[in-house]
């Protein structure tokens, strides 16, 4: 081996050492925040329960396409809860028309919901998700109805509504 390649070696295996306890920090961090919540089920559990749709956006922070979610234009008396758990997270009197073509609330119910800064897409998003079983519902934004001023943009395929 030259001397140029050994040097180039030894530069490679002390930049992966230095690296690897960061690397172990943060696979570490993430797994802890995922057993916080209350119902806590491996992927291929989820994966047999929900359908392939809530499976990509509940489990894999996926999105529907707009305008595609029947609950969209649902404005019944109602509570819409989360479609893996059953937590009720919004009701019919927090729902407005956002004209996005996503279902669109001011304001969730009491400690249903989490939230987590969310740097996908190369934006800075707010992520939204249930509280119990940490599936991904949306995102929430700035530009809502008083008296909350939030806009809580929801996929309709993560909840499920019951009629009051
Ligand atoms: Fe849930």
Redesign the pocket.
């Known amino acids: 081996m030259k001397k140029r390649q050994l040097l180039q070696s030894s530069a490679a295996i002390v930049g992966v050492a230095c690296l690897s306890p960061y690397l172990l920090k943060k696979a570490t961090v993430m797994t802890t925040s995922k057993s916080e919540?209350e119902?806590n089920k491996t992927e291929e559990e989820w994966r047999k329960e929900l359908t392939p749709e809530q499976f990509q956006v509940?489990r894999k922070h996926g999105t529907e396409r707009a305008h595609t979610s029947p609950l969209d234009k649902q404005y019944d008396q109602g509570t819409y809860?989360?479609?893996?758990?059953?937590?009720p997270?919004f009701t019919s009197e927090t729902k407005f028309n956002s004209r996005t073509g996503w279902p669109s609330f001011s304001d969730p119910i009491e400690n249903a919901i989490g939230i987590s800064v969310d740097k996908s897409l190369f934006m800075t998003r707010v992520e939204v998700?249930?509280?119990?079983?940490?599936?991904h519902?949306g995102h929430v934004f700035n530009d809502g109805p008083a008296p909350t001023g939030k806009r809580y943009c929801m996929n309709g395929v993560s909840l499920k509504f019951i009629g009051a």
Not at 129 to 135: E, F, I, L, T, V
């Open positions: 919540f119902i509940l809860v989360c479609a893996a758990c059953d937590l997270l998700h249930c509280h119990r079983c940490g599936g519902l």
